[in-house]
């Protein structure tokens, strides 16, 4: 039977590490209310951004950088959204799993040359990536500490640049969409080259049915437009992604934390329960001492 102090600590360790996990939950909760509201604010925006960049490239023959469409994939740059803290569950392996497999089956010819360049936004998939060697290009540990539009315009703004410039041929993110508060979808988008059927298909299934096709006449002209658009479109996209990333975060956080707080509680009864049966066998081995004693006294 296991010492009646030993089960106190262990005890009080547990009241102790509870009051931690509950005060986390709690904290996740008031920051997932603010980045869902952030994240729903976004995306009636940016949805019509994808919509009006769709209809704009439909169609259109200008030379825009952005609008090249490589013969030859030679190099591609994937940005993984990960986070910058732990205590959220499976929010990062489950994601960094889905990466690696994606590497490995549409990836696996680039990452063996060294062509496979990896922007990792947050700690956890800075360290990840490169514990297992992947060619990290650029690193963005600390990114959360403040979620911020034009830090995250940066890094797509360098990205579409070197798309731009033909440094790389193809631009991917990685992030973990918010579906519900204990649920993500993982999901592995391509931003570059851009791909007009995939933006129309998008648009229908967020709004739900197809959209009555209309020739607009554009002023001054669509090229013009296009220059203007086409960037702010590619941060739009990009910074959705943080928001829902971010979002998603909190929420396994939060769930994490719950669980947590769920699992010290079971297992304070548990130890409380063992300590009251140790207790009680204690005092009954003190009692039979007791009577032991006094019935030898008495037989003297």
């Given at each position: 039977m296991a010492n009646?102090r ?5 005890i ?8 931690i996990?509950?005060?986390?939950k709690?904290?996740?909760?008031a920051?997932?209310?603010k980045?869902?509201?952030?994240m ?6 940016a949805?019509k951004m994808?919509s ?5 490239v439909?169609g ?5 950088k952005?609008l090249?469409?490589?013969e030859v ?6 940005i993984?959204?990960?986070?910058d803290?732990?205590?959220?569950g ?8 889905a990466?690696e497999?994606h590497i490995?089956?549409?990836l ?6 060294g062509?496979?360049?990896?922007v990792t936004?947050?700690r956890?998939?800075?360290?990840y990536f490169?514990k297992?060697?992947?060619?990290v290009?650029?690193s963005?540990?600390?990114?959360f500490?403040n979620v ?8 797509m703004?360098?990205?579409s ?6 440094a790389?041929d193809k631009?991917?993110?990685?992030f973990?969409?918010?579906k519900?508060?204990i ?5 592995i988008?391509?931003v570059l ?5 995939n933006?129309d298909s998008?648009n229908e299934?967020?709004?739900?049915k197809l ?6 006449i554009y002023?001054?002209?669509?090229d013009?437009?296009l220059?203007k ?5 590619l941060?739009m996209q990009?910074?959705?992604a943080i ?5 998603s975060?909190q929420g396994a ?10 699992n ?14 140790a207790r ?7 009692l039979s ?7 030898a006294l008495?037989g003297?």
């Open positions: 009646l030993d089960i106190r600590n262990r009080s360790s547990i009241k102790n590490t509870q009051q996990t509950k005060a986390m709690m904290v996740a909760a920051k997932l209310r980045a869902q509201q952030r729903a604010d976004t995306r009636p925006y949805n994808r009006v960049v769709s209809r704009l439909s259109n023959t200008s030379g825009h952005l090249r469409n490589p994939i030679e190099k591609v740059v994937l993984v959204v990960g986070s803290k732990g205590l959220c499976g929010f990062n392996n489950n994601l960094f799993r990466v497999n490995a089956d549409e696996s010819e680039y990452h063996e040359s062509n496979l360049l990896l936004i947050g956890k998939a800075d360290a490169k297992r060697k992947y060619n290009a650029d963005y540990p600390g990114f500490d911020d539009y034009d830090r995250t315009a940066e890094i703004e360098k990205a640049g070197q798309f731009a410039e033909g790389v631009v991917q993110i990685a973990n969409e918010f519900t508060v649920a993500q979808n993982r999901v988008s391509t080259p851009l791909e007009t059927g933006l998008e299934a967020e709004e739900g959209v009555e096709f209309v020739d607009y002023e001054p002209s669509v013009f437009i220059a658009l086409l960037p702010v479109h941060n990009f910074w959705r928001l829902e990333s971010n979002a975060e956080r939060m769930a994490a934390m719950d669980n947590a707080t769920e010290a509680k079971e297992l304070e009864q548990e130890l409380s329960l063992k300590y009251n049966q009680q066998s204690a005092i009954t081995t003190e001492e007791i009577v032991s004693g006094a019935a008495e003297s």
